[in-house]
């Protein structure tokens, strides 16, 4: 089966948003498919992925949730975005921010279920805002801000969240990438 190309690229440049970078790590994930790709910003600070190069029968589809992570020593940025297949490509020209790359992103295919609880453990040097987004609808289903080398519990009693299956967005913390100074706790039926 022959996938139509859909690119997606900019640049990069550094915190004084005219150095282009060279070298900087770009992840895009596919989180409605649960793949994801890497490369590398060239010498004068582009980067290209072709969602078409993603595994599977359907490498995209229209609507699928797109998060583009660059990591670079001490600096960072992600975005999000999803799939527009009328547009057929995308480019994005970021400039990256000052510390630790923050951005992590966690797949989780629960199907129908009830979030009821749930604790976020912070070990990295600075606060993390963690968000639960749902897949199927694209929206953010909740939102925790959690201290500096601390614990968030949460509690959404009987009733529980109706959630469908989505994605973790953890931002923030420094000292190491929050995706191994956090532990996040569901529990959901």
Known sequence: MTTTPYPIGGTVKDIDASTLVEGATVIV???TKGTQLSTTTNSI????????NFTGATPYAD??????IIDYP???EHYRTTVDTAVGAETKNLILRAGSNPASTSQFNYGGCRLYAGTISNASGGALTVDLYE??????????QVPTVSSHSFHYGKMGLEFRGGILVLTGGTGGAASETTMVTLVYS
Request: charge should be neutral.
């Open 29 to 31: 994930k596919n989180a």
């Open 45 to 52: 600070g582009e980067w290209l992925i072709d969602l078409a």
């Open 63 to 68: 609507n699928d949730v797109i998060y583009v």
């Open 74 to 76: 001490n600096r960072y």
């Open 135 to 144: 897949i199927e609808s694209d929206t953010r289903k909740c939102r925790f």
